[in-house]
């Protein structure tokens, strides 16, 4: 059984930094390319970033590139957001995710994923 569990979510004022930690089980950690996407009130689930399995490979949506980071430790099956200056329009809901393919490349839409955790409010205050 696949898990995912994010941390590190919060409460942080316009252009302050947060880092986000998701600790995966259930599959070979280094099998997949991993993601994070999150959701608006109100609004559909939207990409955020994306790595390769062994971190050589990352994307980012428009709206954060620039001022988000996403890394990997293989070692402790954990993949991580650093968030830096943050804005009010990131305040959502954080979801990370794993790929459905094992040995597949980084994705940008939400079909190509299939598991993912319960999310982690990150709400940013002007």
């Known amino acids: 059984q696949v898990q995912l569990v994010e941390s590190g979510g919060g409460l942080v004022q316009a252009g302050g930094s947060l880092r986000l930690s998701c600790v995966a089980s259930?599959?070979?950690?280094?099998?997949?390319?991993m993601g994070w996407f999150r959701q608006h009130p109100g609004k559909e689930r939207e990409f955020v970033a994306t790595?390769?399995?062994?971190?050589?490979?990352?994307a980012y949506a428009d709206s954060v590139k620039g001022r988000f980071t996403i890394s990997r430790d293989n070692a402790k099956n954990t993949v991580f957001l650093q968030m830096s200056s943050l804005k009010p329009e990131d305040t959502a809901v954080y979801y990370c995710?794993?790929?459905?393919?094992?040995?597949?490349?980084?994705?940008?839409?939400?079909?190509?994923?299939?598991?993912w955790g319960q999310g982690t409010q990150v709400t940013v205050s002007s």
């Open positions: 995710t794993q790929r459905t393919l094992a040995w597949g490349g980084i994705a940008t839409t939400r079909g190509e994923y299939d598991y």
């Open positions: 259930g599959r070979t950690f280094s099998n997949y390319a």
């Open positions: 790595i390769s399995r062994y971190g050589s490979m990352t």
